[in-house]
């Protein structure tokens, strides 16, 4: 069979039924339900509730089951009010539930924006509270957002952020089985088969497992039609047969014969025509039995598509009649059904298979019959495969100018068709590149967002810790000054009871000393009358040694009073009645002698003994002040006793509060961990941030010129290159087409992330613009860029006013070795050295994109020539506008005296001069716009 007709046959449908839908099952899918609840329960438990904590617990609750009954006026309704409550509380986890069923409303609304924003608030609360459910069920949804959207990177990074936290933390096999699906699905849509396929095989496994023969089926397809895509035909094979052994088991008729069919198709694509004959045979027998009474639209629908397919495997086997006759039962059906497409279709496999068996002129007819329905549909994929059937029937008859025009409109339908595609592609990667800039910014907000309120609350905390810290203190200063007032105060008291204990003891001492010397004294005297009356009665002596001893006796029985205070007076007494007696004795002994000594003695006895009485007096008054002396010193012990106590209460009182102070001190550190956490995770999000602008940087790098591009045009160039942040919204451009090479100089709006973004899209339009749409005049390219940025930032309809400035210049080499520059600029100047004076070509006063909007815009071209040697600078204002420690510009004036000094020189040495220049004027301040600045010898 011709090769080129068989490109028709296999471009029909591959598989049909369940391959047909491409479904994300986990839309209809959610981890937290509760599966008893209903919502008339619910609303009567709410209003029986009695604290604003029930409450909670219920409203994001209801707001699932109302969800879940695609009621989502009242989901929302009960989630905004569920949230509203949540932050009064203060209440983080019925915050992050709440916000999540608002995000899910907003989604099913393709609210996608708004739906992305909200994910995102709920995934920053969840990942502070660590509640691993909520932030799984955040990254399921946002994977389901990004694949709506036909994000399919952004959408796998998010299902496989979910799975991992299911691996660590599992809940149900049910849960991990649809996010492998998901996942699988999305692998698949990108072409990762090999990964799609890993994962398809996983969720079958648990599928196996759990004994779910219905999810067997459903996966074992998708695995079946991956296998397909990825060219691997044997796999799909036996992935099919499993399917068709499960679809009878299951008694499921209509999903046999849709197997049957993809069964027959995989025969087919491994040539064994005869299998694929059966099996497609069986498919269309199998599903014409099914609702015979009543033939819904689609059971005749998978009858036309049976067909045809049978009829394309008989066509290829050269089996035209029966191919023909397939074909006509597809037509009618088509025809009860008034489907124009499916009809047009079966016109241009009626022309192929005639065409095939020779009917050249039957096959005209009906290809004429597709391209009419075709043009009234105005499907270029059907003007497609007729034009070109039609354009290989006249080759084959050799009517080869009707078949070259067949071709050409072939082409051109194939044009159209690719030119859709190529908008479709670019459409989703503007569609990635604002939803990726729509997420940075979000993350931005949320991330200055929280760390403003972490740093409002750390404000306030180290106020706190002031204030505690100042009546810390204070106390402390309090109780330090109260505590040296009471211990002054004791030893006040301690030293004024020693001092008048001391007193009371020197004057006890000093009267101890008083009557000792008054007693030695009369001790002596009495010595002295005794040695007298020795000398005078020498008989008398006896008696007088007695009388030296007992006054002795009488001296120590004195000292031991000072020990012995309560038995002094009895000891005095017994000496006194001891010394009368003796003087008693001593007078009746000396009354033999004379009678005049005994009488003088007897005097001087009773003096004396007169004496001692007195003595005996005073010892007793003594003995009272130190009575006296003993009860003060008693009073003052009890006194300082109490002293003693109360300061023990005072230190008691003293510790207490130190225990209060070091309970408030730990509260402190515990909210300054609290703090360091939160600011540890602001600077994980940070660093994530930050790999993926680092990512940005490398594809923005990317998207500049080729250097050794440019040095083969230009040998002798310098580029001084410095983003202000990691990404730039200054760009450079480079390219050549024929005989003409353009360089252009960018500066877009802003600077980071946002200008970066616009740089990606300003490369891609002047790619499309010159390289596709060959306009090659730089006034030109100026006014369908702005035309171009305008329309896709739509900012006629939005308050959208992001543009660009820059210049253009186009070279152009003659054969007398002059060189034309052609130069456009939007608000954007070019300088260029010759005959040893420098030359400045000024652009319009007008900007790309932004604020002027206007349909159309025109800019002028100015035409210079240059030589061999001359040389072209172009740069962004950056350089210009760059500032010092005293706000002062860089200046177009201090630029023109530099390229004016330095033009002759070799341009790397021009390049030090500049950046030299620029380091010093910057002196340490920090750098304010991105700068972009290209010199280009000719």
């Known amino acids: 069979m011709n090769s080129t007709i068989k490109h028709i046959f296999r471009s029909q449908h591959r598989y049909t039924h369940r391959f047909c839908l491409l479904l994300l099952f986990s839309l209809l899918f959610s981890t937290l339900v509760f599966a008893q609840d209903s919502a008339e329960n619910l609303e009567q438990a709410l209003r029986q509730a009695n604290s604003p904590a029930q409450k909670l617990e219920i409203l994001p609750r209801l707001a699932q089951v109302y969800f879940e009954q695609k009621n989502y006026i009242a989901a929302e309704k009960n989630a905004q009010e569920g949230l509203k409550m949540a932050r009064l509380a203060q209440d983080n986890t019925a915050e992050a539930r709440s916000i999540y069923w608002i995000a899910k409303v907003s ?3 393709k609210k996608y924006n708004i739906a992305l924003n909200q994910y995102l608030e709920t995934l920053t609360i969840a990942e502070k509270i660590n509640d691993t459910e909520i932030l799984r069920d955040v990254y399921l949804s946002m994977g389901n957002l990004y694949s709506a959207q036909n994000i399919y990177e952004k959408a796998a990074d998010n299902y496989q952020q979910a799975l991992a936290i299911e691996e660590k933390a599992p809940t149900s096999s049910t849960i991990k089985s649809n996010l492998l699906e998901n996942l699988a699905y999305v692998q698949a849509q990108n072409l990762q088969y090999e990964a799609s396929i890993e994962n398809y095989e996983k969720a079958l496994k648990i599928h196996i497992q759990d004994k779910q023969a219905e999810k067997q089926n459903r996966v074992l397809e998708k695995l079946s039609q991956t296998s397909l895509n990825a060219g691997k035909l044997q796999e799909a094979l036996a992935y099919n047969q499993k399917i068709i052994q499960l679809n009878r088991i299951l008694s499921d008729g209509v999903s046999l014969a849709s197997s049957l069919n993809n069964l027959g198709y995989i025969y087919r694509e491994l040539g064994d025509e005869k299998n694929a004959i059966k099996y497609m045979r069986q498919a269309l027998e199998l599903n014409s039995k099914f609702d015979v009474a009543n033939r819904n639209k689609e059971l005749r629908q998978k009858d036309a598509l049976y067909a045809i397919n049978l009829g394309v495997t008989y066509s290829n086997l050269q089996e035209y009649t029966n191919a023909r006759k397939k074909f006509l039962e597809a037509q009618e059906i088509y025809l009860s059904q008034n489907n124009e497409k499916g009809l047009a ?18 096959a005209t007819k009906q290809i004429n019959q597709a391209i009419e329905i075709g043009q009234k549909l105005k499907d270029d994929e059907i003007l497609k495969t007729s034009y070109w059937l039609l354009s290989e029937i006249n080759r084959k008859t050799s009517n080869f100018q009707a078949s070259r025009q067949y071709y050409e409109k072939f082409q051109e339908s194939n044009q159209r068709l690719k030119e859709k595609e190529r908008q479709q592609e670019q459409f989703l990667l503007q569609n990635q590149i604002n939803i990726e800039k729509t997420e940075g910014e979000i993350k931005v907000l949320l991330a200055e967002k929280e760390r403003q309120a972490l740093a409002l609350k750390q404000s306030e905390l180290e106020r706190q810790k002031q204030e505690q810290d100042l009546r810390l203190k204070e106390n402390e200063l309090a109780l330090l000054k109260r505590n040296q007032e009471l211990q002054a105060a004791a030893l006040r008291n301690q030293q004024l009871e020693k001092d008048r204990v001391e007193q009371l003891l020197q004057i006890s001492r000093e009267q101890a000393q008083s009557e000792k010397q008054k007693r030695n004294i009369q001790q002596l005297e009495a010595n002295r009358r005794i040695q007298d009356l020795a000398l005078k009665q020498k008989t008398a002596q006896n008696e007088k ?3 030296t001893n007992e006054l002795l006796s009488k001296s120590q029985e004195l000292k031991d009073l000072q020990a012995k205070e309560a038995e002094t007076r009895q000891k005095n007494t017994l000496i006194a009645v001891g010394l009368f007696l003796v003087f008693m004795l001593i007078i009746t002994a000396l009354i033999g002698f004379t009678a005049v000594q005994n009488r003088r003695k007897n005097r001087k006895l009773a003096q004396q003994t007169q004496e001692l009485e007195l003595f005996n007096k005073r010892l007793q008054s003594s003995e009272q002040i130190l009575q006296k002396a003993n009860t003060r010193l008693k009073n003052s012990e009890r006194e300082i006793k109490d002293k003693n106590e109360e300061l023990q209460a005072s230190e008691e009182e003293l510790r207490q509060n130190m225990e209060e102070l070091e309970a408030n001190k730990e509260e402190i550190e515990s909210q300054k961990e609290a703090l360091q956490f939160a600011y540890q995770k602001i600077e994980e999000r940070n660093n994530a941030f930050m790999q993926s602008v680092k990512y940005a940087e490398k594809i923005q790098q990317a998207i500049l010129p080729n250097k050794l591009e440019l040095k083969k045009v230009f040998a002798e160039h310098f580029i001084i290159y410095q983003p202000k942040d990691v990404v730039s919204g200054d760009f450079f451009w480079f390219t050549r087409l024929g005989t003409k090479v353009f360089v252009a100089c960018v500066d877009c709006t802003g600077h980071g992330v946002p200008g970066a973004f616009m740089s990606l899209i300003g490369s891609s339009l ?19 860029l702005h035309s171009s940025v305008v329309k896709a930032l739509k900012q006629r309809e939005t308050s959208n006013i992001d543009g660009m400035d820059l210049s253009i210049c186009v070279f152009e080499h003659w054969a007398d070795q002059s060189i ?6 939007a608000k954007s100047s070019v300088y260029y050295f010759r005959n040893q004076e420098l030359k400045e070509l000024k652009g319009d006063r007008k900007a790309i994109g932004g604020s002027q909007n206007e349909k ?16 072209v600078y172009m740069t ?15 200046g177009t004036r201090r630029i023109k005296e530099l390229l004016s000094e330095n033009a002759t020189l070799p341009l790397n040495t021009q390049k030090e001069i500049l950046t030299k220049a620029l ?20």
């Open 919 to 938: 380091d010093q004027h910057h002196a340490g301040t920090l750098q304010r716009d991105d700068i972009t600045f290209i010199g280009l010898k000719m």
């Open 820 to 825: 034309t520059l052609e130069f456009s600029g």
């Open 107 to 109: 989604q099913q609304q």
């Open 545 to 547: 040694e007695k009388k």
């Open 856 to 871: 159309i815009l025109s800019f002028t071209t100015q035409r210079v020539t240059l030589h061999k040697g001359d040389c």
């Open 766 to 784: 002047l790619n499309q613009i010159v390289n596709e749409q060959k306009i090659t005049e730089p006034h030109h390219i100026l006014e369908n």
């Open 345 to 362: 279709k079966v016109y241009n496999f009626l022309g192929a298979n005639d065409y095939l068996s020779g009917k050249s002129e039957n």
């Open 876 to 890: 962004t204002d950056g350089l210009e506008d760059a500032p010092n420690p005293k706000r002062k510009k860089f």
